[in-house]
Antibody, heavy 124, light 112 residues
Framework: QVQLQESGPGLVKPSETLSLTCTVS??????????WNWIRQPPGKGLEWIAF???????NCNPSLKSRVTMSVDASKNQFSLTLTSVTAADTAVYYC????????????????WGQGTMVTVSS | DVVMTQSPLSLPVTLGQPASISCRSS???????????LNWFQQRPGQSPRRLIY???NRDSGVPDRFSGSGSGTEFTLKISRVEAEDVGVYYC?????????FGQGTMVEIK
């Protein structure tokens, strides 16, 4: 059974760079069938999709964050990562990694497996 | 961005009674490929979201059949035929048709 686990710093200073990693267990990140996503949830608020990436390199991200977001996949570690630059207090949130299900089966945005989430606070 | 508007935002329900959540999109969710990419997620207190429904009406394996999704175009509905205690949580609709993918604000289902 595939499981996802986020890891990250917990606390980041304003204007610095946030780096998060999602470790995939029970399956391979280097699959052509699924795609990998980051989604966040500010405290007490709703969900915001950040970006996705295929192992093959295809990627897309939310235009509201596009200039600050980078995703990457590391097959050797079975992980994928998110980098968010120039963070502000507005980036304080629980960050989730999630697997996007097979497009031909479940369609677009059908995240079938989620990590537990990691809380990131932006504060000096 | 496509705005997803859910109603109600809070839904107190008596155990065993039905519940219905509406989700409206600011644009049609019919994709150029003919599919409608509208998904529903459940987030129980203190947990990660969990997918319930994909492509409007396809229920995930393991999801009780008291949950059903319907709708078309810009109007969609999630129904719970008989609410159970384990259904407490926040429900989100999410569209995958247009970039960027967007979620509704969430509807909190609670027991009266």
């Amino acid at each position: 059974q595939v499981q996802l686990q986020e890891s990250g710093p917990g606390l980041v200073k304003p204007s610095e760079t946030l780096s998060l990693t999602c470790t995939v267990s029970g399956g391979s990140v280097s699959t052509r069938s699924y795609y990998w996503n980051w989604i966040r949830q500010p405290p007490g608020k709703g969900l915001e999709w950040i970006a996705f990436m295929y192992y093959s390199g295809g990627t897309n991200c939310n235009p509201s964050l596009k200039s600050r977001v980078t995703m990457s996949v590391d097959a050797s570690k079975n992980q994928f990562s998110l980098t968010l630059t120039s963070v502000t207090a507005a980036d304080t949130a629980v960050y989730y990694c999630a697997r996007g299900d097979i497009l031909a089966v479940a369609g677009r945005g059908a995240f079938d497996i989620w990590g537990q989430g990691t809380m990131v606070t932006v504060s000096s | 961005d496509v705005v997803m508007t859910q109603s109600p935002l809070s839904l107190p329900v008596t155990l065993g009674q039905p519940a219905s959540i509406s989700c409206r999109s600011s644009q049609s969710l019919v994709h150029s490929d003919g599919n409608t990419y509208l998904n529903w997620f459940q987030q129980r207190p203190g947990q990660s979201p969990r997918r319930l429904i994909y492509k409007v009406s396809n229920r995930d394996s393991g999801v009780p059949d008291r949950f059903s999704g319907s709708g078309s175009g810009t109007e969609f509905t999630l129904k719970i035929s008989r609410v159970e205690a384990e259904d407490v949580g926040v429900y989100y609709c999410m569209q995958g048709t247009h970039w960027p993918w967007t979620f509704g604000q969430g509807t909190m289902v609670e027991i009266k």
